[in-house]
Structure formats: C-alpha cells, structure tokens
C-alpha cells in the first residue's frame, strides 16, 4: 500500500470535477497545491481499491466536500481556515459554470487556488480551483 493512508480518517472526501464534464467521486489522502498530479482512491472501497493518477491539467477544480450525495442537512461546523479578509471572487470556467466564494492564496501564475465557498451551510467545505482552467476571476 506504500505511503498510503491506512484509515478512511486520514482521507478527504472529494468530487473532481474534469474539463470534460465529467464528475468522479472518491477520496485524496496525498492532495497538495503545488503539485501537477494526485491520486484519487475510489469511493467505493477506497483502502483497497486501485487509485487513479490524476492530471490538474485535465481539470476545473477538486471540491473537498462533507457527503458524496450531494448536499446535506447542516453540519454546524465550518472549515477551521476560512480568509477573513472580506475579499469574495466570481471564478467562471470555460463552459460557464460559476462559483462564488473567498480566495486564499490567489495568484494567477499559480497552479490553482483553494476557494472557500460564500455558502457556508453548502456541501463544499473548500474548492481548489485550477487557475488556468478558468476563463474569469473577478472580485464581486
């Protein structure tokens, strides 16, 4: 299993969201912001499943989420890091599918950025955004 995460605990929740259109659910344990590739476990029996190398050139953005199902009831708690500098953005893809939220770290020769979503009752607990995936980012 090399440096795997042993346990569901150590694993995030994720829907990645493609170019393409496509959606696929499953969880990262080895996620990070500087890197061009992930590896996605599936959701269904992801300590023993075989993971999927994943291309950030390929995608819109990784939603780090609370349920696969969509959104749920409440959860009461909010993301422990969310910016609190007042500054909201309006990121439109390419196939105009917008998102609204805070930015932390946005840089537009990054990678990508982690977006927490205006909606804190949402599914979405954060967004990484792939910034050359993007067709606009603007403040609102």
Do not use: C
């Not at 499943?49 to 995608?59: H, N, S, T």
């Not at 840089?107 to 979503?117: A, C, D, E, T, V």
């Amino acid at each position: 299993m090399g440096t795997r995460a042993k346990t569901l605990d150590h694993l995030s929740k994720v829907v990645v969201g493609f170019l393409n259109g496509d959606r696929i659910r499953g969880y990262v344990y080895d996620f990070s912001a500087l890197e061009e590739s992930f590896n996605l476990l599936p959701q269904e029996d992801p300590l023993q499943g075989q993971e999927i190398k994943v291309a950030m050139k390929d995608l819109k953005a990784v939603f780090f989420v609370w349920e696969f199902a969509g959104n749920p009831q409440d959860h009461g708690s909010q993301p422990t890091h969310v910016p609190s500098d007042g500054r909201t953005i309006e990121v439109t893809f390419a196939d105009g599918e917008k998102i609204v939220g805070r930015p932390e770290g946005y840089n537009s020769q990054r990678i990508g950025f982690f977006l927490y979503p205006a909606d804190p009752r949402g599914n979405n607990i954060r967004i990484y955004v792939v910034t050359r995936n993007t067709r606009q980012v603007r403040l609102v």
